[in-house]
């Protein structure tokens, strides 16, 4: 089968690989019908190793580079473990992308997603940038038939954006701003919406990107290369600032910003993958008794955002700007992302 693997920066190659065997009984193998192209996998492609291991075999998964990528999926099981329970082949599935070790404190505490031992599919054991990707049963949730595959492949990033308002928590009524209006943030705004957030303002500077904000329930887009954009925040918000920050970006340079914007004991959820270290003023958060909180992928949400999406709650199709074959997975998908990024939001894969 064909597959897209990584073997360091800026070297993802499309090329036969073998079809995989289940590792276990409480496996199933999967036929993949879409798969997303994620930020992460563009910090693999264009930074990594980030995630990727190297040298060391991953301690849970035993999967060292090089490395089918490949963790924004749907699909068809096609084959189970003898001991998989409540799964048959034929069932139509979007999987969690978490591989966890259910022993450490975090996961006693159902806190999965921090797991000791923690491997996500398509990073540290192979993906499905792939026509077949082998996971564990209790990563599998089912799609209801109402429920397109293209919009599968979107459940792992509104689960992320489902955790992210969720951390706040977010209550009803509260102001929001978002900074970033990639894939991440543009599920943080459809999840802040559906949970009842007040305003909602979205920082963002490519065009595309500020078209679907204001399309998704944005109240107002801001870019900051034509306003000064702590002020329009604060005069927004009558001059407190806004309740709830979400910086969903990763960027050194703006979560400085997002933390001073909140208002006096304001929450900033952190959801961004970093690349760089950050350069933060403590006081602005102690004398001011800001809560900052990290928010990591997503921890038992996927049931949440498969009800959503398929009650019509939220439409995730929009996100969808690109739709391409694996063979041109380097030029449309990682490349277009990188030197188009006003053009596009969610480019997903067929793998075959």
């Known amino acids: ?14 090329m036969d690989v073998p079809e995989p065997k ?11 019908e879409w798969c997303g192209i994620c930020g992460s996998d563009l910090h693999e492609y264009l930074a990594g190793p980030i995630f990727i291991p190297t040298t060391t075999p991953h301690p849970l998964t035993g999967g060292t580079a090089p490395i089918t990528l490949g963790h924004e999926f749907s ?18 599935v979007a999987p969690d992308a978490c591989w966890v070790c259910h022993e ?14 923690l491997a996500f599919t398509g990073l540290m054991t192979d993906g499905a940038f792939a026509e077949y990707v082998v996971v564990p049963d209790y990563t599998l949730y089912k799609m209801p038939d109402n429920m397109s595959f293209e919009a599968g492949a979107l459940i792992e990033p509104l689960s992320v954006g489902i955790h992210a308002v969720r951390s706040g928590p977010l209550i009803e009524g509260e102001s929001v701003v978002i900074f970033g209006a990639g894939t991440i943030g543009l599920c943080t705004l459809l999840a802040a919406r559906a949970a009842g957030a007040g305003k909602i303002y979205v920082v963002e ?41 979400f910086e969903c970006i990763g960027s050194d340079k703006v979560t400085p910003i997002a933390i001073e914007v909140a208002r006096t004991g304001g929450k900033i959820i952190l959801s961004g993958i970093y690349e760089k270290e950050t350069s933060l003023q403590i006081n602005t958060i102690v004398f001011t008794d800001k809560i900052v909180i990290g928010s990591l992928a997503y921890a038992g949400d996927f049931k949440t955002a498969i009800d959503l999406v398929s009650d019509g709650r939220i439409d995730i199709s929009p996100l969808v700007t ?31």
Request: hydrophobic fraction near 40%; glycine fraction near 10%.
């Open 1 to 14: 089968m064909k597959a897209a693997v990584w073997y360091g920066k800026k070297d993802v190659r499309v």
């Open 22 to 32: 289940l590792p276990g009984e409480n496996f199933v193998k999967i036929k993949v």
């Open 75 to 92: 699909g068809t099981i096609v084959e189970v473990g003898a001991k998989v329970e409540g799964f048959k082949v034929g069932d139509r």
């Open 104 to 117: 450490c404190n975090p996961c006693k505490l159902g806190m999965y997603n921090v797991c000791e031992k």
């Open 205 to 245: 500077v490519a065009k595309a990107r500020k078209e679907f904000a204001a399309k998704m329930g944005a109240h107002e887009v801001l870019d900051p290369t034509e306003i000064d954009i702590k002020a329009r925040i604060l005069e927004l918000t009558d001059g407190i600032g806004p309740d709830v920050v």
């Open 322 to 352: 690109g739709r391409i074959n694996i063979d041109d997975i380097i030029e449309k998908g990682f490349e277009e992302l990188v030197n188009r990024k006003d053009e596009n939001v969610k480019i997903i894969v067929k793998p075959y």
